[in-house]
């Protein structure tokens, strides 16, 4: 099976964007630019669209096929706060298996066993049976003798470790960050620093074992500021974002908006203003949907008690395209964070247009206007911060190993 | 009595005067509007100190008193002023009922809803509870306290209490003292006396104050002596048992050195300055049992007074809508 994609806007996070043609052979991308175009290959005429590397979509917390597909997702990391926990090879191999056909799920197994942060989960069976990396859940690992062995371990099994940058003692209990929009509508609140504090201490557990770690979520200057130092010394650290703390600021949680209620929660506008410079300069790896589905039963309470999450893969694409309209990135480095980066990660050969690559592909077009709908969004719960809010950018295809998803 | 704490609210035109559906907060109140409800609660200060407290013109009312925290003052001050009205008031302890056995709180106002109460006042333990429901049921909904976010009918009380016994708001050096953090009390307090030109100071450890407080216009202080010099007013809050011990402050008499209303501390305000609490009070701890008990300073009894006025006062103006009031349909 061959298929040509013609006339369009290549945009690879390695080589920057061309104009030209691209050619997949089975499930591989087998040419790129100007070749001979074999007379048996499927012809797609693509009009001048934008062809890039698929969606790899770091830590989402449900297998939505539905939201992936719509949102340019062809594979996803699968956090391991799931029921059961993925700290069991059988449960992982499950897991792994789970997307098929249209979806690959990479899972990111437990780090310790049940993600009580007490005891180390078999990091090496588990990766046997299709992890990718482990993670500390959506919670901190309070104890740092903990923290030292699950990253000890992990550089021994050759896995990243995905942690959650929030100090417990300092946020537990609530459900905002510190500062005016908290106080006034009342809500239990932590500082900002706790996020700094827990990079702080994981940071150097990480530089002190020459670990791989990757924070989540970053949100915060102070975080950044801890991240970009580290780099510099050398550190094996990466972090990442979701368009969500990128976009809205704790102001967004005013009238007591659950579906703004987040983990971390929502940061001032001076910590996001942080973010943005943080994108630009290189500083976050990989913006990620955080998609955390949650139906009204979870929502549709006082924001409390409400569960923290969004739904965020069919808008990811879409939201983060705002930042290169804006002038903040380019388009390729946009699929550094969005393909690349999250791949390479994983551990996963893709996210580039390079021959021999996979040929995993979305076809977009990058002006195309849409509204945010959350009640016809696709896949589970519409429950986005985001309803109703203009955007630019759709996708008009996706290819997983050069089979068409939808 | 000082003028712009009276009278413009007047001159508007029924529903002009309160334009709200709800009460479910001071924030989103214009100072008008808050001292129009002032105005109106003051009529039923007087006739609630006659024999012939009752009035008819909620008969045939529904009023549901969903209470989903435990109070007692509240309650029945709620309770005494739909009375007073002529409404039907029905208690409902939701806290011991259906919440207990797994229903949403959205499922409880579709509940209360369906039973075509004209009038619901609403307490509970979550901050955006009550607003929750409003956007939900047909009829208008009182916030009688939700979780650390607002009780707006006790800072109006408070509200008219100074005024009655100060002449105005305006002006006045209006002292807050305790655990700002958790209450609902001080929130309300706080926009209801900034709406209406009061200099407020808030009092706390740094443990009980909440960030970026002097973003509500008032001035935090943790010295509880300096913020008291000059002061008009000195309101105490409770102190709950569950922050005392090690987890907020160290003990409870730690608490009251530092911060306990003595007399000799309150000679440091003005000399005729008025001592408020909203009850129920811990005594020798917040404040001690001779300024809560002085005749002269304390209003403490009169803010109970003051409480079913107010609590009638929005009764009355929440329901004139769909009473068919003259310009208020």
Redesign the interface.
């Known amino acids: 099976m061959k298929t040509a994609f013609l006339n369009a806007e290549l945009v690879c996070p390695k080589s920057g964007v061309s104009r030209g043609d691209l050619l997949v052979e089975g499930d591989t991308i087998a040419a790129i630019g100007s070749f001979e175009i074999p007379s048996d290959a499927q012809r797609i005429e693509l009009g001048g669209k934008t062809l890039a590397p698929a969606l790899v979509d770091l830590g989402v917390f449900a297998v939505d096929k539905a939201a992936c597909q719509a949102g340019g997702i062809a594979r996803v990391g699968l956090m391991p706060d799931q029921s059961p926990v993925l700290d069991d090879p059988g449960i992982v191999r499950r897991a792994a298996l789970s997307g098929k056909p249209v979806l690959w799920v990479h899972p990111i197994a437990a780090a310790t066993r049940a993600l009580e942060g007490q005891d180390l989960a078999e990091m090496a069976i588990n990766a046997s049976a299709g992890a990718r990396a482990v993670a500390t859940g959506r919670g901190w690992i309070a104890s740092s003798g903990m923290m030292r062995k699950v990253l000890v371990y992990a550089r021994d099994c050759d896995l990243t470790v995905v942690a959650h940058a929030e100090d417990g003692g300092l946020t537990d209990g609530t459900v905002a960050t ?3 929009t ?8 932590a ?1 900002a620093i706790a996020e700094a504090l827990a990079i702080a201490r994981d940071l150097m557990l990480a530089e002190e074992t020459g670990a791989r770690l990757h924070f989540r979520q970053v949100t915060t200057a102070a975080g950044f500021d801890l991240i970009r130092a580290a780099k510099r010394r050398g550190v094996a650290v990466t972090c990442g974002i979701t368009p969500a703390h990128l976009l809205l600021s704790d102001i967004a949680t005013s ?2 908006r659950t579906y703004a209620h987040l983990s971390p929660p929502l940061r001032d506008e001076s910590d996001r203003q942080a973010a943005l410079a943080a994108v630009r300069d290189g500083t976050i790896d990989v913006i990620a949907s955080g998609h955390d589905p949650r139906g009204p ?1 979870a929502k ?6 409400s569960q923290p999450g969004m739904s965020g893969a069919g808008t990811l694409l879409a939201l983060s395209l705002g930042l290169v309209r804006d002038g903040l990135i380019p388009i390729e480095r946009l699929f550094a964070l969005l393909a690349a980066n999250p791949a390479r990660i994983l551990g996963l050969e893709t996210g580039t247009l390079g021959v021999g690559m996979p040929a995993d592909l979305v076809v977009l077009d990058p002006g195309a206007p849409w509204q945010i709908d959350a009640v016809r969004m696709a896949g589970r719960a519409g429950n986005t911060p985001f309803d109703r809010l203009p955007v630019q950018g759709k996708v008009l295809g996706l290819y997983k190993g050069g089979a068409p998803i939808g | 009595m000082h003028a712009s704490d009276h009278s413009p609210a007047a001159q508007l035109p029924g529903r002009a005067a309160f334009p709200h559906r709800h009460l479910t907060g001071i ?1 989103g109140l214009q100072p008008h509007e808050i001292i129009f409800l002032l105005d109106e609660a003051e009529q039923w200060v007087e006739v609630n100190r006659t024999r012939a407290k009752s009035d008819k013109r909620l008969e045939g009312i529904t009023q549901i008193n969903a209470f989903f925290e435990n109070s007692t003052r509240t309650l029945l001050s709620f309770e005494i002023a739909g009375k007073r009205l002529g409404a039907d008031v029905v208690n409902m302890q939701v806290g011991q009922s259906s919440v207990k056995k797994g229903e ?3 499922d409880t106002a579709a509940t209360l809803n369906a039973m075509r109460s004209d009038v619901i006042v609403i307490r ?1 333990g ?4 009550v ?2 429901i409003a956007d939900k049921v047909d009829c208008p909904v009182l916030n009688a306290g ?5 009780h707006p009918t006790q800072a109006l009380l408070d509200a008219l209490t100074i005024r009655r016994r100060r002449g105005s708001v305006a002006g006045q050096r209006v002292v807050i003292c305790g655990d700002i953090l958790h209450s ?1 009390v001080a ?1 309300s307090n706080m926009l209801a006396l900034t709406a209406l030109a009061a200099e407020v100071r808030v009092v706390a450890p740094s443990t009980l104050m ?4 002097e ?2 216009y008032v001035t935090p202080f943790t010295d509880f002596d300096a913020a008291l010099e000059g002061a008009d007013v000195v309101m105490m809050l409770r102190v709950q048992n569950e922050r005392m011990s090690g987890g907020y402050i160290p003990s409870t008499r730690e608490f009251h050195m530092r911060y306990g209303l003595t007399p000799e501390r309150l000679s440091r305000a003005a000399p005729d300055a008025l001592v408020m609490h909203p009850g129920p009070m811990n005594r020798g701890v917040e404040i001690d049992s001779s300024v809560a008990d002085d005749p002269e300073r304390s209003a403490i009894t009169e803010q109970v007074e003051m409480g079913v006025a107010v609590r009638m006062a929005c009764l009355d103006v929440l329901t004139r809508a769909s009473r068919g009031v003259e310009g208020w349909a």
């Open positions: 510190e500062g005016e908290a106080t006034r509508l009342g809500l239990p609140a500082p009238d007591f039963e549709r309470l006082p924001f409390t008690d | 924030a949403t709180l959205l509970h979550s901050s955006g509870a607003a929750l939700d979780g650390w976010h607002e609902r929130r909440p960030a970026a407080i973003r509500m």
